[in-house]
T-cell receptor
């Protein structure tokens, strides 16, 4: 049962334009959401996060939006750069006795120079 | 600060064998989680350890087990390997501060089961 879904396996964007990566989730108990970036042969690297009590968080070129009613999360990258080409994973945290993180299947972003 | 380290980086085993993977978290991080990554499945949560105790477990068979030592280093063991266990196994350590928590991942151990 995939509780966090990234329905677009891949995305191509021209350099300088906006990249929008989307993520949907099913569990309303998730309290924290994160985006990770992954290059081949490396582990995922943390990019940006947002608490479930907020609807937007910004860090430089990266902005994450959370729409709780729609159970939807998106990552905006503006402007996109060739170095942003990587696989992006969204993740959601469920805090029970400890933490459990659920990951999407990833979206491969290619930024075309 | 040194990052999360995992050993070995690559491993080839045959069906029926067992394997032990090791993870050293970032200094000061007490939570260690393990994930399995396969193509098309994303990262699947295996288990989380905190202060030598397993706090959470994902939906994996009992062949997958782990432990954490007093220095927070963790090991993951898979017994009676199957072909489907071929995957990238990732370890992540984390520290929660003021409600915010970020997992820092190691480079992973790529396991191939023949």
């Amino acid at each position: 049962d995939q509780q966090v879904k990234q329905n677009s396996p891949s995305l191509s964007v021209q350099e300088g334009r906006i990249s929008i990566l989307n993520c949907d989730y099913t569990n309303s108990m998730f309290d924290y959401f994160l985006w990770y970036k992954k290059y081949p042969a490396e582990g995922p690297t943390f990019l940006i996060s947002i608490s479930s009590i907020k609807d937007k968080n910004e860090d430089g070129r990266f902005t994450v939006f959370l729409n709780k009613s729609a159970k939807h999360l998106s990552l905006h990258i503006v402007p996109s750069q060739p170095g942003d080409s990587a696989v992006y994973f969204c993740a959601a945290r469920l805090t029970k006795a400890g933490n459990q993180f659920y990951f999407g299947t990833g979206t491969s972003l290619t930024v075309i120079p | 600060k040194a990052g999360v380290t995992q050993t070995p980086r690559y491993l080839i085993k045959t069906r029926g064998q067992q394997v032990t993977l090791s993870c050293s978290p970032i200094s000061g991080h007490r939570s260690v989680s393990w994930y399995q990554q396969t193509p098309g499945q994303g990262l699947q949560f295996l288990f989380e350890y905190f202060s030598e105790t397993q706090r959470n477990k994902g939906n994996f068979p009992g062949r997958f087990s782990g432990r954490q030592f007093s220095n927070s280093r963790s090991e993951m063991n898979v017994s009676t390997l199957e072909l489907g266990d071929s995957a990238l196994y990732l370890c992540a350590s984390s520290l929660r501060l003021a409600g915010q928590e970020t997992q820092y991942f190691g480079p992973g151990t790529r396991l191939l089961v023949l």
